[in-house]
Protein backbone atom coordinates (compact mmCIF):
# COMPACT_ATOMS: atom_id res chain seq x y z
CA UNK A 1 0.00 0.00 0.00
CA UNK A 2 1.39 3.38 -0.73
CA UNK A 3 2.22 5.42 2.07
CA UNK A 4 2.16 9.41 2.57
CA UNK A 5 5.95 9.14 2.79
CA UNK A 6 6.18 7.33 -0.73
CA UNK A 7 4.40 10.26 -2.37
CA UNK A 8 6.66 13.18 -0.46
CA UNK A 9 9.61 11.27 -1.72
CA UNK A 10 7.94 11.08 -5.27
CA UNK A 11 7.66 15.00 -5.19
CA UNK A 12 10.82 15.79 -3.32
CA UNK A 13 9.43 17.53 -0.63
CA UNK A 14 9.29 16.61 3.54
CA UNK A 15 6.14 14.43 4.55
CA UNK A 16 4.36 17.17 6.42
CA UNK A 17 4.55 19.32 3.40
CA UNK A 18 2.75 16.46 1.08
CA UNK A 19 0.45 15.87 4.04
CA UNK A 20 -0.22 19.90 4.06
CA UNK A 21 -0.61 19.88 0.22
CA UNK A 22 -3.22 16.91 0.23
CA UNK A 23 -4.99 17.74 3.38
CA UNK A 24 -5.24 21.47 3.20
CA UNK A 25 -3.87 21.98 6.55
CA UNK A 26 -2.20 25.24 6.21
CA UNK A 27 -0.93 27.07 3.29
CA UNK A 28 1.78 24.99 0.44
CA UNK A 29 2.82 27.13 -2.92
CA UNK A 30 0.55 26.10 -6.04
CA UNK A 31 3.59 24.27 -7.50
CA UNK A 32 4.47 22.38 -4.63
CA UNK A 33 0.59 21.25 -4.00
CA UNK A 34 0.54 20.36 -8.12
CA UNK A 35 3.66 18.47 -7.51
CA UNK A 36 2.35 15.99 -4.64
CA UNK A 37 -1.11 16.40 -6.23
CA UNK A 38 0.71 14.58 -9.37
CA UNK A 39 3.05 12.20 -7.35
CA UNK A 40 -0.55 11.17 -5.41
CA UNK A 41 -2.22 10.09 -8.69
CA UNK A 42 1.11 8.54 -10.34
CA UNK A 43 1.07 5.89 -7.29
CA UNK A 44 -2.50 5.86 -6.58
CA UNK A 45 -2.07 7.14 -3.15
CA UNK A 46 -5.93 7.72 -1.18
CA UNK A 47 -5.16 9.20 1.93
CA UNK A 48 -6.60 7.03 5.25
CA UNK A 49 -9.76 9.17 6.54
CA UNK A 50 -10.29 7.38 9.66
CA UNK A 51 -6.15 8.42 10.92
CA UNK A 52 -6.54 11.73 9.61
CA UNK A 53 -9.75 12.22 11.77
CA UNK A 54 -8.25 10.68 14.86
CA UNK A 55 -4.98 13.49 14.44
CA UNK A 56 -6.48 16.56 13.03
CA UNK A 57 -10.47 15.70 15.07
CA UNK A 58 -11.51 16.46 11.94
CA UNK A 59 -12.81 14.17 8.98
CA UNK A 60 -13.43 16.25 6.23
CA UNK A 61 -16.63 15.23 5.54
CA UNK A 62 -19.54 16.87 5.11
CA UNK A 63 -23.49 15.34 5.20
CA UNK A 64 -25.84 16.46 2.42
CA UNK A 65 -29.03 15.77 4.01
CA UNK A 66 -31.45 15.66 0.87
CA UNK A 67 -34.50 13.89 1.23
CA UNK A 68 -35.46 12.02 -1.57
CA UNK A 69 -38.52 13.86 -3.94
CA UNK A 70 -41.66 11.60 -4.35
CA UNK A 71 -40.43 11.16 -7.72
CA UNK A 72 -37.23 10.53 -7.17
CA UNK A 73 -34.05 11.90 -7.63
CA UNK A 74 -33.82 14.05 -11.16
CA UNK A 75 -31.32 16.11 -12.97
CA UNK A 76 -32.52 19.49 -11.96
CA UNK A 77 -32.38 17.92 -7.75
CA UNK A 78 -28.91 16.83 -8.80
CA UNK A 79 -27.66 19.66 -10.11
CA UNK A 80 -28.23 21.06 -6.26
CA UNK A 81 -25.56 17.73 -4.94
CA UNK A 82 -23.17 17.81 -7.69
CA UNK A 83 -22.76 21.92 -7.57
CA UNK A 84 -21.78 21.04 -3.59
CA UNK A 85 -19.86 17.94 -3.96
CA UNK A 86 -17.52 20.41 -6.79
CA UNK A 87 -17.63 23.01 -4.04
CA UNK A 88 -16.31 21.01 -1.09
CA UNK A 89 -14.17 18.69 -3.20
CA UNK A 90 -11.96 21.77 -4.45
CA UNK A 91 -11.78 22.99 -0.51
CA UNK A 92 -10.42 19.68 0.25
CA UNK A 93 -13.86 18.04 1.58
CA UNK A 94 -15.83 15.28 0.59
CA UNK A 95 -19.39 15.42 0.38
CA UNK A 96 -22.18 12.50 1.20
CA UNK A 97 -24.87 12.28 -0.21
CA UNK A 98 -27.64 10.99 2.96
CA UNK A 99 -31.20 10.62 1.62
CA UNK A 100 -33.22 11.07 4.88
CA UNK A 101 -35.73 8.30 6.26
CA UNK A 102 -39.25 8.75 7.81
CA UNK A 103 -37.89 9.66 10.85
CA UNK A 104 -35.17 12.77 10.06
CA UNK A 105 -34.12 13.25 13.15
CA UNK A 106 -33.36 9.48 14.05
CA UNK A 107 -31.44 9.94 10.86
CA UNK A 108 -29.65 12.94 12.09
CA UNK A 109 -28.70 11.60 15.62
CA UNK A 110 -27.74 8.35 14.12
CA UNK A 111 -25.70 10.11 11.51
CA UNK A 112 -24.02 12.74 13.86
CA UNK A 113 -23.63 10.19 16.56
CA UNK A 114 -21.15 8.42 14.69
CA UNK A 115 -18.63 11.28 14.70
CA UNK A 116 -17.89 10.91 11.03
CA UNK A 117 -19.20 14.08 9.72
CA UNK A 118 -17.38 17.59 10.45
CA UNK A 119 -21.02 19.47 9.54
CA UNK A 120 -24.29 19.14 7.61
CA UNK A 121 -25.67 20.68 4.67
CA UNK A 122 -29.90 20.42 5.02
CA UNK A 123 -31.68 20.55 1.55
CA UNK A 124 -35.63 20.63 1.14
CA UNK A 125 -35.99 22.79 4.35
CA UNK A 126 -39.74 23.69 5.49
CA UNK A 127 -40.60 26.70 6.67
CA UNK A 128 -40.60 25.07 10.66
CA UNK A 129 -38.00 22.98 10.04
CA UNK A 130 -37.28 20.79 12.80
CA UNK A 131 -33.68 19.28 11.65
CA UNK A 132 -32.68 23.09 12.28
CA UNK A 133 -33.31 23.05 16.11
CA UNK A 134 -31.90 19.27 16.69
CA UNK A 135 -28.56 20.72 15.18
CA UNK A 136 -28.29 23.89 16.77
CA UNK A 137 -28.70 22.23 20.07
CA UNK A 138 -26.29 19.57 19.27
CA UNK A 139 -23.76 22.02 18.61
CA UNK A 140 -22.97 20.85 14.68
CA UNK A 141 -22.11 23.12 12.25
CA UNK A 142 -24.48 23.38 9.39
CA UNK A 143 -26.08 25.43 6.70
CA UNK A 144 -28.99 25.35 4.07
CA UNK A 145 -29.73 25.79 1.05
CA UNK A 146 -33.18 26.84 1.25
CA UNK A 147 -34.20 28.85 4.63
CA UNK A 148 -36.54 28.37 7.17
CA UNK A 149 -39.34 31.03 8.50
CA UNK A 150 -36.69 32.66 10.37
CA UNK A 151 -33.56 31.66 9.73
CA UNK A 152 -32.14 33.91 12.21
CA UNK A 153 -28.24 32.96 12.78
CA UNK A 154 -28.21 30.35 10.05
CA UNK A 155 -25.69 30.36 6.83
CA UNK A 156 -28.26 30.00 4.21
CA UNK A 157 -28.14 30.40 0.40
CA UNK A 158 -31.58 30.02 -1.02
CA UNK A 159 -34.14 31.15 -4.18
CA UNK A 160 -35.29 34.47 -4.77
CA UNK A 161 -39.04 34.00 -5.31
CA UNK A 162 -40.09 37.38 -5.23
CA UNK A 163 -37.75 38.00 -7.83
CA UNK A 164 -38.50 34.81 -9.98
CA UNK A 165 -42.18 35.74 -9.78
CA UNK A 166 -41.69 39.52 -11.06
CA UNK A 167 -39.51 37.54 -13.50
CA UNK A 168 -41.80 35.46 -14.51
CA UNK A 169 -45.28 37.57 -14.46
CA UNK A 170 -43.49 40.28 -16.91
CA UNK A 171 -42.90 37.68 -19.30
CA UNK A 172 -46.19 37.20 -19.60
CA UNK A 173 -47.89 40.17 -19.20
CA UNK A 174 -44.97 41.61 -22.11
CA UNK A 175 -46.48 39.15 -24.29
CA UNK A 176 -50.24 40.68 -23.49
CA UNK A 177 -51.60 38.22 -21.23
CA UNK A 178 -54.28 39.52 -18.82
CA UNK A 179 -55.07 36.62 -16.77
CA UNK A 180 -52.10 34.22 -15.10
CA UNK A 181 -52.84 30.79 -13.40
CA UNK A 182 -50.93 29.06 -11.23
CA UNK A 183 -50.34 25.23 -10.55
CA UNK A 184 -48.12 24.94 -7.39
CA UNK A 185 -46.47 21.84 -6.45
CA UNK A 186 -48.97 18.39 -4.21
CA UNK A 187 -50.60 19.29 -0.96
CA UNK A 188 -48.42 17.26 0.44
CA UNK A 189 -45.38 19.60 0.62
CA UNK A 190 -47.66 22.38 1.84
CA UNK A 191 -49.17 20.00 4.83
CA UNK A 192 -45.58 20.17 5.37
CA UNK A 193 -45.14 23.48 5.16
CA UNK A 194 -42.24 23.11 2.67
CA UNK A 195 -40.46 26.57 1.79
CA UNK A 196 -40.56 26.80 -1.86
CA UNK A 197 -43.93 25.59 -2.41
CA UNK A 198 -45.52 28.36 0.21
CA UNK A 199 -42.92 30.99 -0.43
CA UNK A 200 -43.98 30.54 -4.77
CA UNK A 201 -47.88 30.50 -4.17
CA UNK A 202 -47.48 33.99 -2.35
CA UNK A 203 -45.03 35.47 -4.44
CA UNK A 204 -46.71 34.71 -8.02
CA UNK A 205 -50.07 35.98 -6.46
CA UNK A 206 -48.00 39.60 -5.23
CA UNK A 207 -46.62 39.99 -8.62
CA UNK A 208 -49.84 39.40 -10.44
CA UNK A 209 -51.74 41.34 -8.54
CA UNK A 210 -49.12 44.13 -8.56
CA UNK A 211 -48.77 44.10 -12.41
CA UNK A 212 -52.72 44.38 -12.92
CA UNK A 213 -53.16 40.93 -13.93
CA UNK A 214 -56.01 38.50 -12.96
CA UNK A 215 -54.69 35.61 -11.03
CA UNK A 216 -55.99 31.97 -9.95
CA UNK A 217 -54.58 29.65 -7.91
CA UNK A 218 -55.44 27.32 -5.13
CA UNK A 219 -54.46 23.94 -7.81
CA UNK A 220 -51.55 21.30 -6.81
CA UNK A 221 -51.32 18.54 -8.54
CA UNK A 222 -48.44 16.40 -8.36
CA UNK A 223 -48.71 13.66 -10.80
CA UNK A 224 -49.79 13.77 -14.93
CA UNK A 225 -53.42 12.91 -13.75
CA UNK A 226 -53.17 15.33 -11.52
CA UNK A 227 -52.66 17.92 -13.79
CA UNK A 228 -54.77 17.05 -16.36
CA UNK A 229 -57.43 17.29 -13.89
CA UNK A 230 -56.54 20.51 -12.31
CA UNK A 231 -56.56 21.88 -15.96
CA UNK A 232 -59.56 20.64 -16.96
CA UNK A 233 -61.05 22.13 -13.47
CA UNK A 234 -59.35 25.65 -14.23
CA UNK A 235 -60.42 25.87 -17.92
CA UNK A 236 -63.89 25.19 -16.48
CA UNK A 237 -64.20 27.97 -14.33
CA UNK A 238 -62.25 30.07 -15.90
CA UNK A 239 -62.30 29.73 -19.75
CA UNK A 240 -60.80 32.97 -20.42
CA UNK A 241 -57.38 32.13 -18.90
CA UNK A 242 -54.18 32.09 -21.18
CA UNK A 243 -51.01 31.51 -19.35
CA UNK A 244 -50.11 28.99 -16.95
CA UNK A 245 -47.58 28.79 -14.79
CA UNK A 246 -46.90 25.01 -13.52
CA UNK A 247 -44.14 24.24 -10.32
CA UNK A 248 -44.41 20.35 -11.01
CA UNK A 249 -42.70 18.70 -14.21
CA UNK A 250 -44.88 15.64 -14.47
CA UNK A 251 -47.83 17.87 -13.85
CA UNK A 252 -47.22 20.16 -16.77
CA UNK A 253 -46.97 16.78 -19.12
CA UNK A 254 -50.25 16.46 -17.64
CA UNK A 255 -51.90 19.57 -18.91
CA UNK A 256 -50.04 19.26 -22.35
CA UNK A 257 -52.35 16.06 -23.07
CA UNK A 258 -55.37 17.95 -21.72
CA UNK A 259 -54.83 20.57 -23.68
CA UNK A 260 -54.22 18.08 -27.02
CA UNK A 261 -57.68 16.48 -26.08
CA UNK A 262 -59.57 19.86 -26.07
CA UNK A 263 -57.97 19.88 -29.68
CA UNK A 264 -55.93 23.05 -28.96
CA UNK A 265 -52.28 23.99 -29.32
CA UNK A 266 -49.75 25.28 -27.26
CA UNK A 267 -48.59 28.31 -27.55
CA UNK A 268 -51.09 29.17 -29.80
CA UNK A 269 -53.66 29.09 -27.11
CA UNK A 270 -52.07 28.56 -24.39
CA UNK A 271 -49.04 29.98 -23.23
CA UNK A 272 -46.76 27.50 -20.75
CA UNK A 273 -44.24 28.16 -18.15
CA UNK A 274 -42.13 25.74 -16.29
CA UNK A 275 -41.15 27.09 -12.50
CA UNK A 276 -37.96 25.64 -10.66
CA UNK A 277 -37.23 23.21 -13.68
CA UNK A 278 -33.95 23.07 -15.41
CA UNK A 279 -33.23 24.59 -19.08
CA UNK A 280 -32.30 20.87 -19.87
CA UNK A 281 -35.69 19.54 -18.33
CA UNK A 282 -37.72 21.69 -20.30
CA UNK A 283 -36.15 21.03 -23.19
CA UNK A 284 -37.81 16.96 -23.23
CA UNK A 285 -40.90 18.56 -23.55
CA UNK A 286 -42.89 19.21 -27.00
CA UNK A 287 -42.74 22.42 -27.65
CA UNK A 288 -40.01 23.01 -25.73
CA UNK A 289 -40.94 24.87 -22.60
CA UNK A 290 -40.30 27.78 -21.31
CA UNK A 291 -38.74 27.73 -17.69
CA UNK A 292 -37.88 29.87 -14.40
CA UNK A 293 -34.45 27.84 -14.17
CA UNK A 294 -33.22 27.40 -10.93
CA UNK A 295 -29.70 28.35 -9.63
CA UNK A 296 -29.10 24.87 -8.64
CA UNK A 297 -25.35 24.42 -9.18
CA UNK A 298 -24.24 28.11 -8.05
CA UNK A 299 -26.77 27.17 -4.86
CA UNK A 300 -25.32 23.66 -4.27
CA UNK A 301 -21.81 25.45 -4.35
CA UNK A 302 -22.74 28.34 -2.34
CA UNK A 303 -24.09 26.63 0.41
CA UNK A 304 -20.67 24.10 0.44
CA UNK A 305 -18.81 26.91 0.55
CA UNK A 306 -20.69 28.94 3.63
CA UNK A 307 -20.60 25.21 5.98
CA UNK A 308 -16.77 24.91 5.10
CA UNK A 309 -16.06 28.59 5.97
CA UNK A 310 -17.80 28.25 8.80
CA UNK A 311 -15.67 25.02 9.52
CA UNK A 312 -12.81 26.99 9.27
CA UNK A 313 -13.01 29.91 10.91
CA UNK A 314 -15.69 29.65 13.89
CA UNK A 315 -15.08 33.00 15.10
CA UNK A 316 -16.42 34.75 11.75
CA UNK A 317 -19.08 37.39 11.88
CA UNK A 318 -23.16 37.28 11.28
CA UNK A 319 -24.60 34.72 9.34
CA UNK A 320 -24.24 34.97 5.56
CA UNK A 321 -27.52 34.62 3.48
CA UNK A 322 -27.52 34.51 -0.34
CA UNK A 323 -31.03 34.69 -2.41
CA UNK A 324 -30.14 34.15 -6.24
CA UNK A 325 -33.41 34.46 -8.76
CA UNK A 326 -34.04 31.78 -11.11
CA UNK A 327 -33.11 32.87 -14.98
CA UNK A 328 -35.69 32.92 -17.69
CA UNK A 329 -35.31 30.55 -20.17
CA UNK A 330 -37.69 31.25 -23.22
CA UNK A 331 -38.84 28.26 -25.25
CA UNK A 332 -41.34 27.64 -27.45
CA UNK A 333 -44.35 27.85 -25.31
CA UNK A 334 -44.58 31.32 -24.76
CA UNK A 335 -46.84 33.50 -27.35
CA UNK A 336 -48.99 36.79 -27.10
CA UNK A 337 -52.80 35.95 -26.32
CA UNK A 338 -55.23 34.46 -29.15
CA UNK A 339 -57.74 37.51 -29.86
CA UNK A 340 -60.95 36.84 -28.43
CA UNK A 341 -59.98 33.58 -27.36
CA UNK A 342 -61.50 31.08 -24.32
CA UNK A 343 -61.44 27.43 -23.72
Known amino acids: MTSLRDVAERAGVAVSTASAALNGTRPVA ?37 PAP ?4 GLTEMQFATGAAEAAGELGYHLLLSPESADPIEELRHLTGLGLVDGVLLMEVGLDDERTAFLAESGVPFAMIGRTREPGGIDHADIDFAATADAAVAHVAG ?32 AAKEAGLAYVGGYRPGSAEDGGKAFEDLIDAHPDVTALAVMDDHAA ?70 LLPCRLVVGDSSAPPREGGTW
Do not use: C, W
Open 175 to 206: LGHRKLAFFNLAEDTHAARYGPAIRAGAEFER
Open 70 to 73: RSGF
Open 30 to 66: AATRRRVERAAAELGYRPNLLARGLQSKRTRILALLF
Open 253 to 322: AGVIAAVARHGRRIPEDLTLLLVLSSARVAGMFHPRLTTLEPPSTELGRLGARMLIGRLQDESQGGPRAR
